[in-house]
């Protein structure tokens, strides 16, 4: 049943986010019309604005309002340290650690055949290019630890091993974990990235 062809309309275009389905969409719409319109009215404003004025950085691709994004554009940071990410939300989750100092370049996810995302879709012929351009001194993968990030991980490795320093993020044990949770996938990566215990 219908109460209104706009609040369909309203809760159809809410159901374009993730996690939010039907009834989530309703209860959302429902709120915004019924006690919340100035914050409704301030969200479309806001929405729009992103929207329209974000694009991504012409360096390394990074969600940004001008043509470089101000990782690219801070002096401060390394210029010859890059970390390769499949998404900005991977950027924000360096950032938040607070260690990392270098320049990021951020791909437009991981390659997936089956999704029929191939390198030219996820912007590996630019990462390359810049690569060659720039001769950055090392380049960290951050990628997922999935199929598709492994492989995009080894296509990267295979194209530009005699270019660049190649490193990845160590992976394996989370800090609090427990052996007994991890699955072979897991334990095996931290098999292969342990350390030495200092003396």
């Known amino acids: 049943m219908s109460l209104s062809p706009l609040l369909d309309q309203l809760e159809r275009a809410l159901r374009c986010l993730p996690g939010v389905g039907q009834r989530t969409a309703s209860r959302m719409a429902l709120h915004l019309l019924d006690r919340d319109r100035d914050r409704g009215l301030h969200l479309a404003q806001a929405l729009e604005a992103a929207l329209t004025q974000i694009g991504t950085c012409e360096q390394c691709a990074v969600p940004s309002e001008t043509a470089l994004c101000r990782f690219c554009a801070d002096s401060t940071r390394d210029a010859g340290l890059w970390c390769v990410v499949s998404s900005p939300a991977d950027v924000l989750a360096m950032e938040h650690a607070g260690l990392y100092r270098g320049r990021y370049y951020c791909l437009q996810g991981t390659l997936s055949p089956l999704d029929g995302r191939g390198?030219?879709?996820?912007?590996?012929?630019?990462?390359?290019?810049?690569?060659?351009?720039?001769?950055?001194?090392?380049?960290?993968?951050?990628?997922?630890?999935?199929?598709?990030?492994?492989?995009?991980?080894?296509?990267i490795q295979v194209s530009l091993k005699e270019t660049v320093r190649i490193t990845r993020l160590a992976q394996g044990v989370p800090v609090g974990g427990d052996l007994g949770q991890l699955d072979a996938t897991t334990l095996s990566h931290a098999l292969l990235s342990r350390t030495e215990v200092p003396r």
């Open 119 to 155: 390198p030219e879709d996820i912007g590996l012929p630019r990462l390359y290019a810049r690569v060659a351009e720039e001769q950055p001194s090392e380049l960290i993968i951050a990628l997922p630890s999935t199929v598709e990030g492994e492989a995009t991980t080894f296509q």
